[in-house]
């Protein structure tokens, strides 16, 4: 980032804290009616599907979480049968989770950089409330210190996006964004949870994690959980398996307990966080010029073997398939008929031409125009057992330059449907 160009962010940036116009979100209507449903004795659990009804994003994302594998869900629940089956303390954590992914995943010039911070935020939110009983402390606390432990970084960026305007920007790596914001993080993040009216232990654990201290020592435990949260969520940008080896990087783990259950969490984090993900909602096709972030010329590492196999996003099966045309050890590249936003968590199958498809969870690195359609990167999250198999496989089968989807090797209807021939871009 030119640094004349920063000097001028930051000096507009501390005029905003100095006179108090950051935007710091507000609790919409809906959302504290429900919350006051969820403090108040009694209340039935029709009166808070109810309200939820009253929020079709909200409603959506109960139903997702409802539906998951991560509470046995079938395809077909209501709304009342899903409140039910979550719980309150589950909608109360989905009810915050929503309004701050409903404030950060907005459309913008930085919005890659937003939801990297939203994805990081909710996964250590997550582990934070799985470690937090263990230890003593109160999960429901824990999961909005490790949500709320960065967003001031977000909402700082939001207010970089609107200095920005229309302006024309030399797009900037995702770490110099990140670097501008993260000095506003704590002073944000202690306005919303002031605004919001969270209890006060809230603000000691995140102005702890910022600045440092240890006055309270509840909130000196839940910081410590924040780290490990952040230490966890840093290999998902490092390996796509992780086991007792990787997680030596954790040294703040206390027993092998937690070793176990940080394993586990690490194998049901993909579908969480795909359940804040609305999978009808198609995002514009970006224009390059107004785009903030610079993307990588690759995010594959190593050595890169060819492919030609076809892939299917599975919330996406009316969409065209995609084409995989390339895989490192630990990434793959594909051809993809829309632009996606990058930390976009995506469940794809893969035909191997074998009697069932590789199924695995793709972490988006980047995503750029290529001709007509856009080419992306990504890692696999949380590989275990079978899938981790079927992974390496693939990578002996790619050295062989065999790694060909049938339909590909027929020119059959599944890849006329793609849109993709043997002379497309990125199909070799």
Same mark, same amino acid.
């Given at each position: 980032?030119?640094?004349?160009?920063?000097?001028?962010? !930051?000096?507009?940036?501390?005029?905003?804290?100095?006179?108090?116009?950051?935007?710091?979100?507000?609790?919409?209507?809906?959302?504290?009616?429900?919350?006051?449903?969820?403090?108040?004795?009694?209340?039935?659990?029709?009166?808070?599907?109810?309200?939820?009804?009253?929020?079709?994003?909200?409603?959506?994302?109960?139903?997702r979480?409802?539906?998951?594998?991560?509470?046995?869900?079938?395809?077909?629940?209501?709304?009342?049968?899903?409140?039910?089956?979550?719980?309150?303390?589950?909608?109360?954590?989905?009810l915050?989770?929503?309004?701050?992914?409903?404030?950060?995943?907005?459309?913008?010039?930085?919005?890659?950089?937003?939801?990297?911070?939203?994805?990081?935020g909710?996964?250590?939110a997550?582990?934070?409330?799985?470690?937090? !009983?263990?230890?003593?402390?109160?999960?429901?606390?824990?999961?909005?210190?490790?949500?709320?432990?960065?967003?001031?970084?977000?909402?700082?960026?939001?207010?970089?996006?609107?200095l920005?305007?229309?302006?024309?920007?030399?797009?900037?790596?995702?770490?110099?964004?990140?670097?501008?914001?993260?000095?506003?993080?704590?002073?944000?993040?202690l306005?919303?949870?002031?605004?919001?009216?969270?209890?006060?232990?809230?603000?000691?654990?995140?102005?702890?994690?910022?600045?440092?201290?240890?006055?309270?020592?509840?909130?000196?435990?839940?910081?410590?959980?924040?780290?490990?949260?952040?230490?966890?969520?840093?290999?998902?940008?490092?390996?796509?398996?992780?086991?007792?080896?990787?997680?030596?990087?954790?040294?703040?783990?206390?027993?092998?307990?937690?070793?176990?259950?940080?394993?586990?969490?690490?194998?049901r984090?993909?579908?969480?966080?795909?359940?804040? !993900?609305?999978?009808?909602?198609?995002?514009?096709?970006?224009?390059?010029?107004?785009?903030?972030?610079?993307?990588?010329?690759?995010?594959?590492?190593?050595?890169?073997r060819?492919?030609?196999?076809?892939?299917?996003?599975?919330?996406?099966? !009316?969409?065209?398939?995609?084409?995989?045309?390339?895989?490192?050890?630990?990434?793959?590249?594909?051809?993809?008929?829309?632009?996606?936003?990058?930390?976009?968590?995506?469940?794809?199958?893969?035909?191997?031409?074998?009697?069932?498809?590789?199924?695995?969870?793709?972490?988006?690195?980047?995503?750029?125009?290529?001709?007509?359609?856009?080419?992306?990167?990504?890692?696999?999250?949380?590989?275990?057992?079978?899938?981790?198999?079927?992974?390496?496989?693939?990578?002996?089968?790619?050295?062989?330059?065999?790694?060909?989807?049938?339909?590909?090797?027929a020119?059959?209807?599944?890849?006329?449907?793609?849109?993709?021939d043997?002379?497309?871009?990125?199909?070799?």
């Open positions: 980032m030119d640094p004349s160009f920063r000097a001028d962010l !930051e000096r507009r940036l501390i005029a905003a804290v100095r006179d108090n116009t950051l935007p710091v979100p507000a609790y919409p209507p809906v959302w504290t009616r429900l919350n006051q449903l969820l403090n108040a004795p009694g209340s039935t659990m029709g009166a808070i599907a109810n309200v939820v009804a009253g929020d079709a994003a909200l409603a959506a994302t109960v139903l979480h409802a539906r998951s594998a991560a509470v046995r869900g079938g395809s077909q629940l209501s709304l009342s049968a899903a409140c039910t089956r979550l719980g309150v303390d589950a909608i109360r954590r989905i915050v989770a929503a309004l701050l992914g409903a404030r950060v995943l907005g459309p913008g010039r930085l919005l890659q950089v937003r939801r990297r911070i939203w994805r990081d909710l996964a250590v997550e582990l934070c409330q799985s470690l937090a !009983e263990a230890r003593g402390l109160s999960p429901q606390v824990a999961y909005l210190v490790g949500l709320l432990h960065d967003f001031g970084s977000a909402i700082a960026l939001g207010v970089v996006e609107e920005l305007g229309d302006a024309g920007v030399v797009p900037t790596d995702e770490a110099d964004w990140l670097a501008l914001v993260r000095s506003y993080s704590a002073e944000l993040g306005a919303t949870a002031a605004k919001w009216g969270l209890p006060d232990l809230l603000g000691e654990a995140i102005g702890a994690f910022h600045y440092g201290g240890d006055r309270d020592p509840v909130a000196s435990l839940l910081v410590g959980l924040v780290r490990i949260g952040r230490a966890v969520v840093a290999l998902i940008d490092q390996v796509p398996e992780i086991d007792a080896t990787a997680l030596q990087a954790v040294p703040a783990l206390r027993a092998p307990s937690e070793t176990r259950l940080v394993a586990t969490f690490w194998q984090l993909p579908g969480i966080l795909h359940t804040y !993900e609305a999978d009808d909602a198609r995002p514009a096709p970006p224009v390059a010029a107004a785009v903030a972030v610079s993307q990588p010329d690759t995010t594959l590492v190593g050595q890169v060819p492919l030609q196999l076809l892939a299917q996003r599975r919330s996406r099966r !009316e969409h065209q398939p995609w084409l995989v045309t390339a895989m490192s050890s630990g990434a793959l590249r594909l051809e993809v008929d829309e632009p996606l936003t990058p930390h976009t968590v995506v469940e794809l199958e893969i035909d191997l031409g074998e009697s069932t498809p590789l199924r695995l969870w793709l972490n988006l690195d980047a995503c750029s125009p290529t001709g007509a359609r856009w080419s992306a990167e990504g890692r696999p999250m949380a590989l275990a057992g079978e899938s981790a198999l079927r992974w390496r496989a693939l990578w002996d089968r790619a050295a062989s330059g065999q790694a060909e989807s049938p339909a590909r090797r020119g059959g209807t599944a890849a006329r449907a793609a849109g993709v043997r002379h497309s871009p990125g199909a070799g």
